[in-house]
């Protein structure tokens, strides 16, 4: 009943930018927190970034100063602005929203996305 979207990723070389998207749709209420996560091969999967539903950002220490994440909240869309991408950038990133459902009110669920890889290599 509710579906998270991305687009975005693809092949870039080391100092290059990217632009992911999210788009989440279907029996949506209310969404509270949106973010990306990023898994390597052979890796846990980490949290790269998140956002509110008041546009209160995280980071991932790693990615400060590099990656901007926004939303558009009429759209029910995420946003990650990558720039300055080094190959340890390179992983399938992972869109997540926690909202409710119409069937659900009150109750707050994580979602996923399928992943879009993002390549970083000369």
């Known amino acids: 009943q509710v579906q998270l979207v991305e687009s975005g990723g693809g092949l870039v070389q080391p100092g290059g930018s990217l632009r992911l998207s999210c788009a989440a749709s279907?029996?949506?209420?209310?969404?509270?927190?949106m973010g990306w996560y990023r898994q390597a091969p052979g890796e846990q999967r980490e949290l790269v970034a998140t956002?509110?539903?008041?546009?209160?950002?995280n980071y991932a220490d790693s990615v400060k100063g590099r990656f901007t994440i926004s939303r558009d909240n009429a759209k029910n869309t995420v946003y990650l602005q990558m720039n300055m991408l080094k190959p340890e950038d390179t992983a399938v990133y992972y869109c997540?929203?926690?909202?409710?459902?119409?069937?659900?009110?009150?109750?707050?669920?994580?979602?996923w996305g399928q992943g879009t890889q993002v390549t970083v290599s000369s």
């Open positions: 997540n929203a926690r909202l409710s459902t119409y069937s659900r009110m009150y109750y707050a669920g994580d979602y």
């Open positions: 956002i509110s539903s008041g546009d209160s950002t």
């Open positions: 279907g029996n949506i209420f209310s969404i509270y927190a």
